[in-house]
């Protein structure tokens, strides 16, 4: 009765990964659950999320091939396309579709942005990258697309590329304030990157010794034209949330990443905490802290039992 903050379903947005040529689904080793789909597959995932009351899922691709420019991220038959195409045809607007927007599991690299030749990433260069995935994801189905790669000038560069398009009526989620953290690792062997020589993406991404950096890099993309503004990791760093939550009327996201749901699954499989438990606990503490929404592997489990 005096609860302050009760998780629903339609909080939650379920990340899921396809994968160009397989023909069946494979399981991702750090992330117990979680597979690579096929577009068959992933499609009858996204039902049972629908049925369950899961209102948006998040597409991340894995490409047959990678380059030095990520080319299968805006390539009208990239595997993220062949695969947003066939879910708005399955579930028309039941389904809220996102693609996430970023070149990292298409280069040859690992970077979220295509290298100038000192081996540096090519912020601007990167921008141009960037509009053109808008647009292939917009043709493609997509109702929100979601830059990932923290360049300075993204939401802009992005926003003027769906208007002129056409694509006034697709929102844009933020990563905005997105941290160098070390809690990214399953996902990287879900998409299979590798970054060059050993590099880290801290050019780029947050400091995690930073809070005000992390604001005002949130309150650019408010001001760049971002639908809903995103925090990430999530339970690190949930002061975050709670500031750009006082701070902000546009809805708030957070992403519980990889590597918290595996730290999670791991302990649970060895019988040392009740898996279920902390994971609902944990979900709702990101909403009590701020979060409207929240991408987490747990969607579709939590939605079972809420
Ligand atoms: C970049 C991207 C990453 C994640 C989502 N988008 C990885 C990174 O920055 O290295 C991580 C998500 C997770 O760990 O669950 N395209």
Redesign the pocket.
């Known amino acids: 009765m005096v609860a302050e903050s009760r998780l629903l379903p339609d909080d939650l947005i379920a990340?899921l990964f396809v994968r160009e040529g397989i023909s069946e689904p494979q399981p991702i080793v750090s992330l117990p659950g979680v597979v690579q789909h096929t577009v068959e597959s992933l499609r009858g995932e996204v039902a049972r999320l629908r049925d369950l009351g899961v209102p948006a899922v998040i597409l991340?691709g894995v490409p047959e091939a990678k380059d030095p420019t990520g080319s299968g991220a805006w390539d009208p038959d990239g595997i993220v396309q062949i695969a947003l195409r066939d879910l708005r045809d399955e579930f028309a607007d039941d389904v809220v579709l996102i693609a996430?927007l970023?070149v990292?599991?298409y280069t040859d690299h690992g970077h979220?942005g295509v290298l100038a030749d000192d081996g540096t990433v090519d912020n601007d260069a990167t921008l141009e990258i960037y509009e053109q995935i808008a647009v292939a994801q917009a043709e493609a189905g997509a109702d929100i697309v979601a830059p990932?790669?923290m360049m300075d000038g993204q939401v802009m560069a992005i926003r003027d590329a769906l208007d002129e398009e056409g694509f006034e009526q697709v929102a844009i989620l933020a990563?905005a304030a997105?941290y160098a953290s070390a809690?990214?690792?399953?996902?990287?062997d879900a998409?299979d990157?590798t970054i060059a020589g050993g590099g880290d993406?801290k050019a780029y991404?947050q400091d995690w010794r930073n809070a005000r950096e992390a604001m005002e890099e949130i309150r650019a993309d408010v001001g760049e034209g971002a639908d809903i503004v995103m925090v990430?990791?999530a339970l690190p760093y949930l002061d975050i949330l709670t500031r750009a939550r006082a701070e902000l009327d546009i809805p708030l996201a957070a992403?519980h990443?990889?590597?918290e749901?595996a730290m999670v699954k791991a302990a649970a499989e060895r019988g040392w905490i009740d898996g279920v438990a902390v994971a609902l606990e944990q979900i709702t503490a990101i909403k009590r802290a701020g979060a409207d929404l929240i991408l987490t592997?747990f969607a579709a489990e939590l939605a079972e039992i809420l």
């Not at 809690?183 to 990287?188: A, N, Q, S």
């Open positions: 990340p991340f996430d970023c990292d599991e979220c990932s790669g990563y997105k809690l990214y690792g399953p996902f990287r998409v990157v993406r991404q990430k990791p992403y990443v990889s590597g749901y592997y």
